[in-house]
């Protein structure tokens, strides 16, 4: 894993889209197409927003949706599927994005969800870390051993305080106890990984995917047994990362 920090958000949000943008522009050249990730998160915001000024073909991309709720209509402020055609799709000239519908049956669901991303090779993926160490909605203790794509999990607590602490509802109560996620296994498959990880309150789960060991207790822990990972943090998120380098 390369880790890079920058002084500020944004300077981080810049660089990792930057990075990943390169990195689809390559897999267009080499063969002229590229299937990415994306995430979504209060953490992505500025991500996302470099990301679609790149100059990136994007009628040559084929994108997926990282996880989504259930039981939460795609019109509610904290839709994944809102977040993202409001930040992304509506904003590049994509040549496909596959949603993950919650509004469907959930086992239909993830079956299509499945056969379709089996069929396309994942390029990029961007992803973030939760304050919980989550991967995608892949809480502690995560499944490191399904090769399902897409699975139906269960949020933990602290993943749900997260999402009511950014200001997503106005409960806890309101806050959704199930999702639909892609697994551990298939973000691993992914090519490149960019992940960023902004701010003070990522800084404990940060030191402990770092300094730790790779456990499911830990779930982005796995991250540090792929090759191709760039993981960008600021000076607050890093703050307890042992004997890393800036950039």
């Known amino acids: 894993m ?18 990943g943008a390169q990195k689809i522009k390559e897999a267009i050249k080499a063969k002229g197409t590229a299937n990415i990730i994306l995430t979504t998160g209060a953490s992505q915001l500025e991500m996302l927003n470099q990301l679609v000024k790149e100059d990136i073909d994007w009628q040559k991309v084929t994108g997926f949706h990282l996880d989504e709720y259930i039981d939460l209509p795609p019109t509610h402020p904290a839709s994944f599927r809102k977040y993202l055609m409001d930040r992304f799709v509506n904003r590049v000239d994509i040549g496909d994005f596959f949603l993950i519908n919650t509004e469907e049956e ?3 669901v993830c079956k299509k969800l499945n056969r379709l991303i089996l069929s396309n090779p994942i390029d990029v993926a961007f992803v ?30 602290a993943c749900r305080e997260q999402q ?3 200001g997503w509802f106005d409960s806890l109560e309101d806050v959704p106890t199930m999702a639909v996620s892609m697994s551990v296994r298939q973000i691993m498959k992914a090519y490149h990984i960019i992940c960023s990880v902004p701010g003070p309150r990522k800084a404990k789960a940060i030191g402990t995917v770092l300094n730790g060991k790779v456990v499911p207790e830990v779930p ?13 943090l600021d000076k607050d998120s890093a703050k307890l990362v042992d004997s890393v380098s800036s950039s």
């Open 2 to 19: 390369e880790i890079i920090i920058s002084e500020t958000n944004q300077e981080l949000s810049i660089a990792a889209a930057k990075s």
């Open 106 to 108: 959930i086992s239909t």
């Open 128 to 157: 973030g870390i939760g304050e919980n160490a989550h991967l995608a909605f892949n809480d502690p203790p995560a499944d490191f051993e399904t090769e399902e794509p897409f699975i139906k999990v269960v949020l933990d607590e």
């Open 164 to 166: 009511l602490a950014e």
């Open 220 to 232: 982005a822990s796995i991250l540090n047994l792929h090759a191709n990972t760039q993981l960008f």
